[in-house]
């Protein structure tokens, strides 16, 4: 199967400070990255949809100035999440599939869990 | 995407199987049935999928009624490793650029 893979897998960070998390499909070409973030003892919440060489889509109720994605190839998006705050503490996770329809799956990353200080 | 209902908790004795329910009442033609899993503090796991038959693969079964209604995903053999949220999803079959919508899954916990 495709292997989709996020760095780093944990950061802590001061409030106020801004975080970078990594998404990158390893064996395939991802034209459409997911992110979603998950606090403690519920369910993955979808964020946005990233989308190679153009803006991401974005979900009600998620600030896309305060989380910024840019998907400039076809194999990473990257999700900023900008000027952090303890309430943006969370396990991020991307997915992704590759192109064509004999994929009916989607593949997601370990998570990356982010705690702000 | 059809919503789906799931019970929250179940717990399976090891080497048991584990069934778990998926009710989707309102599941259209074209929508197949997705089970997911989690494992705690790891990224989702595809674990099979089906429209209206019923499927295996090294992992697990998937039986739907004839109505469609419900499924149950059957993990033949249970071991603590299994031990995971388990999520039923329903929608349509290709998933390459829209996005899994997860619900809140059944807390499979799977006991020596």
Same mark, same amino acid.
């Given at each position: 199967?495709?292997?989709?893979? #996020? ?22 070409? /991802? ?6 973030? #998950? ?8 964020? /946005?949809? !990233?989308?190679?060489?153009?803006? /991401? ?14 998907? /400039? !190839?076809?194999?990473? !998006? ?40 | ?91 349509? $079959? ?8 997860? $619900? ?9």
């Amino acid at each position: 199967g495709a292997v989709v893979s #996020q760095h780093p897998s944990w950061v802590i960070c001061k409030s106020g400070t801004s975080v970078k998390i990594e998404c990158r499909s390893l064996d395939f070409q /991802a034209t459409t990255m997911f992110w979603y973030r #998950q606090f403690p003892k519920q369910s993955l919440m979808l964020m /946005a949809t !990233s989308n190679e060489g153009s803006k /991401a889509t974005y979900e009600q109720g998620v600030e896309k100035d305060k989380f910024l994605i840019n998907h /400039a !190839s076809l194999t990473l !998006s990257t999700l900023t999440v900008t000027s952090a705050h303890p309430e943006d503490s969370s396990f991020y996770i991307c997915s992704s599939s590759p192109p064509g329809q004999n994929y009916n799956e989607q593949f997601f990353g370990p998570g990356t869990r982010l705690t702000v200080l | 995407d059809a919503k789906t209902t799931q019970p929250t908790s179940m717990d399976c004795a090891e080497g048991r199987a584990a069934n778990l329910p998926c009710n989707h009442s309102t599941i259209s033609g074209n929508e197949y049935v997705y089970w997911y899993r989690q494992i705690h503090s790891q990224g989702p796991q595809y674990i099979i999928h089906g429209l209206k038959n019923n499927e295996t693969n090294e992992m697990a079964s998937l039986i739907i009624t004839e109505d469609r209604k419900s499924s149950t995903l059957i993990l033949p053999h249970a071991t603590l490793r299994d031990t995971a949220v388990y999520y039923c999803i329903v929608r349509g $079959g290709y998933s390459g650029n829209t996005p899994l919508v997860f $619900g809140k899954g059944t807390r499979l916990s799977v006991i020596a």
